[in-house]
Protein backbone atom coordinates (compact mmCIF):
# COMPACT_ATOMS: atom_id res chain seq x y z
CA UNK A 1 0.00 0.00 0.00
CA UNK A 2 0.93 3.89 -0.56
CA UNK A 3 1.28 6.20 2.23
CA UNK A 4 -1.37 7.81 1.26
CA UNK A 5 -3.76 4.52 1.52
CA UNK A 6 -1.79 3.57 5.02
CA UNK A 7 -2.93 6.61 6.39
CA UNK A 8 -6.59 5.84 4.76
CA UNK A 9 -6.72 2.45 6.54
CA UNK A 10 -6.21 3.70 9.81
CA UNK A 11 -9.58 5.21 9.37
CA UNK A 12 -11.38 2.39 7.87
CA UNK A 13 -10.26 -0.82 9.50
CA UNK A 14 -12.19 -2.06 11.84
CA UNK A 15 -15.48 -0.69 11.34
CA UNK A 16 -14.73 2.51 12.47
CA UNK A 17 -16.67 4.32 9.50
CA UNK A 18 -20.89 3.88 10.49
CA UNK A 19 -20.21 0.17 11.62
CA UNK A 20 -19.32 -0.37 8.04
CA UNK A 21 -16.64 -2.96 7.12
CA UNK A 22 -14.17 -2.23 4.51
CA UNK A 23 -11.54 -4.55 2.81
CA UNK A 24 -8.20 -3.32 1.21
CA UNK A 25 -6.76 -4.10 -1.96
CA UNK A 26 -10.35 -6.00 -3.35
CA UNK A 27 -9.77 -8.00 -6.38
CA UNK A 28 -13.35 -7.41 -8.37
CA UNK A 29 -13.05 -8.79 -11.85
CA UNK A 30 -9.87 -7.87 -13.60
CA UNK A 31 -9.26 -5.06 -10.99
CA UNK A 32 -8.03 -4.41 -7.45
CA UNK A 33 -9.52 -1.85 -6.10
CA UNK A 34 -8.23 -0.26 -3.36
CA UNK A 35 -10.85 0.21 -0.43
CA UNK A 36 -14.28 -1.74 -0.86
CA UNK A 37 -17.14 -1.78 1.26
CA UNK A 38 -19.48 -4.98 0.24
CA UNK A 39 -22.93 -3.78 2.46
CA UNK A 40 -22.93 -0.63 0.42
CA UNK A 41 -21.33 -1.64 -2.54
CA UNK A 42 -18.55 1.59 -2.46
CA UNK A 43 -15.18 1.71 -3.75
CA UNK A 44 -12.46 3.94 -2.44
CA UNK A 45 -10.19 4.92 -4.67
CA UNK A 46 -6.84 7.08 -3.80
CA UNK A 47 -5.48 8.78 -6.55
CA UNK A 48 -1.71 10.06 -6.89
CA UNK A 49 0.33 11.79 -9.78
CA UNK A 50 0.20 8.67 -12.09
CA UNK A 51 -3.51 9.44 -12.33
CA UNK A 52 -3.15 13.29 -14.10
CA UNK A 53 -1.84 11.02 -17.37
CA UNK A 54 -4.48 11.33 -19.95
CA UNK A 55 -3.35 7.43 -20.61
CA UNK A 56 -4.23 6.55 -16.65
CA UNK A 57 -7.06 9.07 -16.76
CA UNK A 58 -8.69 7.38 -20.12
CA UNK A 59 -8.24 3.75 -18.02
CA UNK A 60 -9.50 4.77 -14.98
CA UNK A 61 -12.59 6.31 -16.64
CA UNK A 62 -13.35 2.79 -18.04
CA UNK A 63 -12.73 1.21 -15.47
CA UNK A 64 -15.54 3.58 -13.25
CA UNK A 65 -17.85 2.40 -16.07
CA UNK A 66 -17.42 -1.35 -15.86
CA UNK A 67 -17.77 -0.89 -12.31
CA UNK A 68 -20.95 1.12 -12.40
CA UNK A 69 -22.45 -1.05 -14.57
CA UNK A 70 -21.51 -3.69 -12.12
CA UNK A 71 -24.09 -1.84 -9.50
CA UNK A 72 -20.80 -0.26 -7.29
CA UNK A 73 -20.30 3.92 -6.12
CA UNK A 74 -16.69 4.42 -6.60
CA UNK A 75 -15.44 7.93 -4.99
CA UNK A 76 -11.89 9.15 -5.60
CA UNK A 77 -9.51 11.00 -3.69
CA UNK A 78 -6.13 12.30 -4.31
CA UNK A 79 -3.10 11.41 -1.92
CA UNK A 80 -2.65 14.76 -1.14
CA UNK A 81 -6.80 15.56 -0.20
CA UNK A 82 -5.97 11.79 2.33
CA UNK A 83 -2.52 13.66 3.42
CA UNK A 84 -4.30 17.19 4.03
CA UNK A 85 -7.42 16.54 5.56
CA UNK A 86 -8.29 12.78 6.17
CA UNK A 87 -11.03 13.72 8.38
CA UNK A 88 -12.70 15.14 5.72
CA UNK A 89 -11.97 12.28 3.57
CA UNK A 90 -13.52 9.73 5.93
CA UNK A 91 -16.65 12.32 6.71
CA UNK A 92 -17.13 12.07 2.23
CA UNK A 93 -16.85 8.44 2.61
CA UNK A 94 -19.53 8.36 5.50
CA UNK A 95 -21.88 10.79 3.09
CA UNK A 96 -21.53 7.62 0.93
CA UNK A 97 -22.84 5.16 3.52
CA UNK A 98 -26.43 4.33 3.94
Known amino acids: MTEAEKLLWR ?47 ERDKERTKVLKDLGLTEIRFSNDEVFNNPDEVVSKIADHLK
Open 11 to 57: KLRNRQVKGYRFRRQHPIRDFVVDFFCYDAKLIVELDGDVHNDPFQM
